[in-house]
Each structure stands twice: as C-alpha cells, then as structure tokens.
C-alpha cells in the first residue's frame, strides 16, 4: 500500500490539521471568567497555609531548642569554666582546696566532670539544679530535695549532680553509652576523685528522690560511702522519667605541677 505521505518523515501534528471553514466572527475566542472557590474550598485553603506556617515556625523552634541554645549555652559554659581555671591558677584562697571547702561554693563552678564514655568534653560544675544553672551548659549539684555531698568535703555520702540532656549544652546527651566499670572523675584544684560506674537505672519516675540518698540503696548499695550520681531526662528529646547512673569513688590523686590527668582520662 502507498503512502500518500511524500518525504522521509513529518514532525507529529499537535492538533487536528483537518481544514475547517468557520465563520471568522465565531473564532474570536471568548474570554473565560476565573471561577469562584466554594466555601469548601476557601476553608481548606486556609487551613492549609495555617498548616504550613505552623510547620514553618515548629521548624524555626525546634532550630532554636536543639542547635540555638547549645551554641549559647557552650558559649557561656566555656566563659565560666575560664574563670575557674584562672581561679586556680591564682592560688590557695581563690577556689582551691587550700581556701577551705566553703571555696568551693563558687557561683563560677566548684570543678570539673569528665567521663569519657559518654563525652570528650569536660563538664563544668556549678551549684544547683534549676533551670538558670544548668539552662547555662553546666552539671549542676543538687541542693534540693536532697543535699548533694560534695567530695571536697572528706565526708561519706552522694555527690548528686543533674544536667540537660537536650538543648542548653545536652551536656549528658550521651549518658546511655556509659556502662558498669567505666570511670567518672571529678577534676578540683589539687585534688582528682577517681569513681567506678557501678551501677545504671534506665528509667524511673520524676519523683524518684531516693535515688539520691546518701546511701542509694536503689543501686544495691547498703553502706555509707563515697557516691557519685548522675541524672537526666530520659527519654531523648522529653522530661517525662529519668535516667540514673551511679559511681563509687576508688581513689583520689593530687594535681601535679603539670596538670597530668589520671591514667582513666589518657
């Protein structure tokens, strides 16, 4: 069969090129009104860009929670813990053991945590747990409803201490990594206080004060000794139960003229 179409090949007709005799005054294309949103349709587009500027500003909020106020609170953290160590450096009577323990009772921050399970980084120490001391990227020791026993003290009992685990410095973001037999130190001016993790309690309620007794006998400890407590919110990213870790204390080193931390930190 021929074909009636001459040539190696047309380009594709986009439209029906069959010929057509119209009138030309009923070409005139005529103009199209834009049609009217139903109430329906008025109300879901609304919603809908309410919707979308809620997502924008729970963006903008979450931003400001989890990346914002770290940088802030590293910031002021890192000030503080400056003015410790040059404290320090002054000598006896500016926040070292050779001022007494009330020393140590600096609104500057009374030492130093590290524990390098769960971060590299140290951790300055400051009095306190409300949110003005640790929303400033600090550990803060308790004071209320149990009284933390500071180990500058010589005495036996629980050295409690709290910090954010989200926002504001998260300084104990990493708590879950710590496990049994890990070592949490606690840096002053002369002395390193060497502690043990013992023992981890995943969750518990809010109003679990008893895991800061002196004795914590929660973590199966029955006798007077040298604790040490760490608590956070749990889980990530909410306040709603705590997570505890506890340590025992196994010795102590005096700072040497070089600052070498002990062999747990190397």
Known sequence: MRSSVKGSGNVAATA????????????????????????????????????????????????YSLWWTNVVADREAGQQADKVRDAWAGGPGNGGEGGGPASYDSKNGIGFLHVPAMTGDEILVEKGTSMKVLNDGVAGYYTDPVKATLPTSGKKGNFSLAAHRDGHGAKFHGIHKIREGDPIVFETKDKWYVYKTYAILPETSKYNVDV???????????????????????????????????????????VDENRTPPAELR
């Open 16 to 63: 029906d090129d069959t010929e057509q005799h119209t009138d030309p005054a009923s070409a005139t294309p005529r103009a199209h009104r834009p049609r009217r949103m139903g109430p329906v349709a008025m109300v879901v587009s609304f919603f809908g860009e309410l919707l979308i500027t809620a997502g924008l500003v729970l963006g903008l909020f979450v931003a």
């Open 212 to 254: 800061l007794g002196k004795i914590p006998e929660e973590s199966g400890r029955k006798k007077a000794g040298h604790y040490i407590t760490l608590t956070t919110c749990t889980p990530v990213y909410t306040s709603k139960y705590r997570y505890i870790v506890w340590g025992e204390l196994v010795r102590t080193e005096k």
